[in-house]
């Protein structure tokens, strides 16, 4: 479902786990930081609200979306990292770059989930110009952060 037809900052209660005791990675890409630092922000109050304790919540960063699945991969590895939250942001440019870094980043992410069989989530925006991302990061469209914390919490209750 698009994103302007769903508040991303709006979910369903049902099937959420006990988190006081789950250890999160967070990793946060560089580029676009006006942009991922508010995924983050969104994201990080959701875990807490949620109950999970900050000592648990392990933020890195990489400087760019493709390079994701490789700090997701670095930390899905360490058995006590219970999901992995990625988030960053691509925005169209006037080149297929923009093409080839969301199909890694998404390829890579899914890659890590299914080697560590744990939550490995995307919650990398792809817009089309900086408003649309400005509007999925905390705008009229909620946060994407938000909704990669609520997808974390809700697998590991699968």
């Not at 960063?61 to 360490?78: C, H, I, R, T």
């Not at 297929?96 to 890579?108: E, K, T, V």
Request: hydrophobic share 40%.
């Amino acid at each position: 479902m698009a994103s302007s037809n769903k508040h991303l900052s709006s979910y369903s209660e049902r099937n959420l786990t006990d988190i006081s005791k789950k250890k999160f990675a967070l990793i946060v890409s560089e580029w676009n930081s006006d942009i991922t630092e508010a995924l983050y922000m969104g994201a990080y109050n959701m875990l807490i609200k949620h109950g999970a304790s900050k000592k648990n919540i392990i933020r890195k960063n990489v400087p760019g979306s493709f390079e994701l699945p490789l700090g997701a991969q670095w930390m899905a590895k360490q058995k006590n990292i219970d999901a992995v939250i990625c988030l960053g942001c691509l925005i169209q440019g006037e080149t297929r770059h923009f093409d080839f870094i969301c199909q890694a980043a998404a390829y890579g992410i899914t890659q890590v989930s299914l080697k560590y069989n744990k939550p490995v989530v995307f919650g990398v925006l792809t817009t089309n110009n900086k408003q649309q991302a400005y509007d999925r990061a905390g705008g009229k469209y909620g946060n994407k952060g938000d909704e990669a914390a609520i997808t974390a919490i809700k697998m590991m209750g699968f």
